[in-house]
């Protein structure tokens, strides 16, 4: 089974329109205004037109009101939600979208309650901890904090790029890679090298895996 891709924090149609014609499989959007990669309304609404069809489009958000989630989902084409703060799993579920739940990877974290506590998410994405961001630090975590059994449609991030893509793939086997920082000229800026060279580790790393 392939490894799917997701880029995320897209802030123009250009760099989408590369990534998905590349095989990315989902852009990711951020509706989080303290990040440098956050997107108005308006500004999503051209990234979404530009993408061609068959590419998944997931929003960000960071503990946000409900309000504004439900204005976001109103005007742009969305597929999915990733939620990146402290959401509980009732919080989750009232939009009717299907869903992704960030985890922040620290020691302590028990990776197989929280699979149960968001058991209708689409998955888990296990992210880096840092205690004043909440993604897209650059950061990797100890990947020996996942549990052998962990459920198998984990997405993992953190601190991913074309260097480490494959053996992420190799040591962790996870269902899907996030990627935002990785391959980025600049914050919020894509590097069309740097997104090709990852996909193309990813395909190397899936054919060590099969």
Not at 35 to 64: G, M, T, Y
Request: hydrophobic share 45%.
């Amino acid at each position: 089974m392939r490894t799917r891709v997701k880029i995320c924090g897209f802030t123009r149609p250009e760099d989408a329109v590369f990534a998905a014609h590349l095989g990315v499989d989902a852009i990711g959007l951020v509706f989080y205004p303290p990040s440098p990669r956050n997107v108005e309304i308006n500004q999503a609404i051209e990234i979404v037109k530009a993408v061609p069809a068959f590419v998944s489009v997931v929003a960000l958000f960071v503990d946000e009101q409900e309000v504004v989630i439900r204005k976001v989902l109103e005007q742009v084409p969305v597929d999915c939600i990733q939620f990146h703060g402290n959401e509980q799993p009732d919080d989750c579920k009232i939009y009717g979208k299907r869903y992704i739940k960030a985890v922040r990877m620290q020691n302590g974290i028990d990776i197989i309650a929280l699979a149960k506590a968001y058991q209708d998410a689409d998955g888990l994405l296990l992210d880096a901890y840092h205690p004043g961001a909440k993604g897209g630090t650059g950061n990797q975590f100890d990947w020996a904090l996942i549990p052998e059994n962990c459920q198998s449609s984990f997405i993992l991030a953190g601190g991913l790029d074309e260097m480490n893509a494959k053996l992420a793939i190799e040591k962790v086997r996870p269902y899907a890679l996030d990627v935002s920082s990785g391959v980025e000229a600049a914050k919020g800026i894509k590097d069309r090298s740097k997104m090709a060279a990852f996909i193309a580790a990813v395909h190397q790393g899936d054919i060590i895996k099969t």
